[in-house]
């Protein structure tokens, strides 16, 4: 019996130790002050940047979600060209999210038609 209780705990605490299954960075950190001091977002974005940027070049996958968060810093700042970007890159790495990814860049789609035309 007590043989069978040890193999259960050392079967426990072994599933314990896998490794992060993605490499987040200072993600939540940086979101945290970010959120917390609006000053900060600028500095925010482009840790992420350079975070996401060493993923890439390693071939790891990006965790969920930051390509979203990098798409609205941007749009945030006025770039909606790179917003776009990230949330293709969103889209495309994560199907969960395809709707609401679709939803953003047809959003941004449209306010670039609609500014041409005003421009025009």
């Given at each position: 019996m007590f043989k069978w209780i040890l193999v259960a705990a050392?079967?426990?605490?072994?599933?314990?130790?896998?490794?992060?299954?993605?490499q987040w960075g200072a993600y939540d950190e940086l979101l945290y002050r970010g959120y917390k001091d609006p000053e900060k977002i600028e500095s925010m974005r482009l840790k992420l940047e350079t975070h996401v940027a060493s993923l890439e070049a390693s071939r790891t996958k990006v965790p969920p979600g930051i390509y979203a968060e990098l798409g609205t810093?941007?749009?945030?700042?006025?770039?909606?060209?790179?917003?776009?970007?990230?949330?293709?890159k969103e889209r495309d790495a994560w199907p969960e999210s395809r709707g609401l990814m679709d939803a953003m860049i047809s959003n941004l789609d449209r306010r670039a038609e609609t500014s041409k035309g005003a421009a025009s």
């Open positions: 050392l079967a426990a605490l072994t599933g314990c130790a896998q490794p992060p299954v993605y810093l941007n749009l945030q700042k006025g770039d909606s060209t790179a917003a776009r970007s990230f949330y293709v």
